[in-house]
């Protein structure tokens, strides 16, 4: 099959390939009408008078933007069956766009300062996990800290985690970029390294290469989530991928965030020139506009990648993933038979 297809047959491509989802926020994927749906059962107050409502609101100007209504819709979000309806959403939707794994990050800190017991968010995700590996896609879970809180804050989170640690994956590091930098959570990654758990950090999104850096040499880090500023240092780029780390890129949001202003000058053609292990990934599809296939189409469209490309990132985002190899060789057998079965 030529590199070079038509429009059509490269988005039919696209809509059939197998891969892996590896940056997604889960409670980013409360659409509009499930917020309703939710706050109605749970009688909480919403400040939109309708789904059109929410879905203009959702103009965002840079990440905080995005931040200020993504807790306040998260705030729908109180009992365990809430947030099983919001993962197993996100799971048949994930299915449909042909994924066969996805690390899914919640936040855990922005439910337990609302007085939302851990339990109650771990079990309810934890039963969509069961539910999806019976539809066939496996799910794994990452405990995400929220940087614009304290280091303390993150260590007491860990400590609620803990009676779940066999059940989960890894930690992460979300929310606001700027002005909180990898090593204020220095010792908490540390902490978890020694519990066995696998380390993400969101760097390069908004902060600086020296973000990336200090995810790098400070956290020690396993994977890079964005990433994208990387590219401004090139011995960073050179030291990301002489240690093979993957970067888990999310082209909608970056341009929805103005991380880039146009998507037709997204980086992931120089990433994949440069010999980074990028990733395409949907970050939090319910405000940003699209699930990961429409993140693969969106540079499809543009003409920025065509079929070779595309098969590099699916590849990448099982190689990439903290599967296991025995798993890794299943998945990569199936996108490699993909393009020959069609």
């Known amino acids: 099959m030529p590199d070079t297809l038509s429009v059509s047959a490269l988005d039919a491509f696209v ?41 203009a609101a959702y103009a965002f100007s840079n990440l905080q933007d995005f931040l200020d209504i993504y807790y306040q819709g998260a705030d729908v979000l109180r009992e365990e069956e809430d947030f099983y309806d919001l993962a197993m959403a996100y799971v048949r939707r994930a299915a449909a766009d042909t ?8 936040d855990p800190q922005t439910h337990t300062d609302r007085g939302i017991p851990y339990d109650v968010v771990i079990k309810g995700l934890l039963r969509a996990q069961a539910d999806a590996k019976a539809m066939g896609l496996s799910v794994s879970i990452i405990h995400s800290f929220l940087r614009h809180l304290s280091e303390d804050a993150a260590f007491d ?20 970029e700027v002005g909180h ?18 380390l993400t950090c969101h760097a390069g999104e908004e902060g600086p290469p020296e973000y990336v850096w200090q995810a790098l040499d400070i956290l020690k880090i396993d994977r890079i989530d964005h ?11 050179e030291r990301v991928v002489k240690d093979g780390l993957t970067l888990t890129v999310c082209p909608l949001s970056n341009h929805k965030l103005c991380v880039v202003d146009d998507l037709k000058d997204h980086p992931i053609p120089r990433m994949l020139d440069l010999g980074l292990n990028a990733t395409v990934n949907s ?12 993140n693969f189409l969106a540079l499809t469209r543009r003409g920025l990648i065509g079929r070779d490309a595309c098969l590099t990132l699916a590849r990448n985002s099982i190689t990439g993933s903290f599967l ?14 993909y393009p020959s079965a069609r």
């Open 324 to 337: 296991g190899d025995a798993e890794k060789a299943v998945l990569l057998a199936e996108i490699e038979a």
């Open 157 to 176: 989170s860990l400590k609620m985690a803990e009676p779940y640690i066999d059940k989960l994956l890894g930690v992460g590091l979300d929310s606001s």
């Open 99 to 106: 994924v066969r794994h996805t690390e899914i990050f919640f």
């Open 227 to 237: 990433g994208n500023r990387a590219l401004e240092d090139p011995k960073l780029v």
């Open 283 to 294: 970050d939090d599809p319910a405000y940003f506009g699209g699930y990961v296939n429409d």
């Open 181 to 198: 930098p990898p090593e204020k959570f220095a010792r908490v990654f540390a902490r978890a390294r020694d519990m066995g758990l696998k």
């Open 15 to 55: 809509t059939g390939l197998p891969k892996a989802e590896l940056h997604l926020h889960i409670e980013g994927s409360l659409e509009p009408e499930l917020m309703f749906a939710l706050g109605q059962r749970n009688k909480v107050d919403l400040p939109f008078a309708t789904v059109e409502a929410v879905r």
